[in-house]
């Protein structure tokens, strides 16, 4: 199987910022524990702070290229209609995933504009986040 694997803004910056909320790991640690946890599948990794960039890595999803998406939108998880828009004709399983547990952060983390264009969001696990999303993502494919 292959994965879209998008990460936004601010998440480059995995390691140095406030490692209290989203912990020590840089997020090529986190590639890594991807890739050394699922090693029969193809992973395709994207981070971007631009939203853009990050609607291009969607559309290009709808090619056929990937069979699922897990998505850390980051702050556009809270603001995005055009990430939203991009992900409604995606149609692909999609979870979105966060390394801390936005219900538990401040009020305006608790809205997610772009999960209601996801099949699920797993949130408060730390890396094991994406671990669980792409679980999630497999079990949703082998439904097919």
Known sequence: MKFLILNGPNLNLLGERDPSVYGANRLSDI?????????DHVFRFVQSNHEGEL?????SAKNGSVDALI???GGFTHSSVAIHDALELLQIPKVE?????????????ERSLTGK???GIITGFG???????????LKMLNRK
Request: aromatic share 10%; charged share 20%.
């Open 31 to 39: 590639e890594n524990l991807i890739r050394q946890t699922f090693p």
């Open 55 to 59: 609607i291009d890595a969607i559309q």
């Open 71 to 73: 998505a850390n939108w």
């Open 97 to 109: 995933v966060h390394l801390s547990n936005i219900h538990a952060r401040e009020e305006f983390r």
């Open 117 to 119: 264009a996801m099949h």
């Open 127 to 137: 890396p094991d986040s994406y671990l669980l999303g792409i679980d999630a993502a």
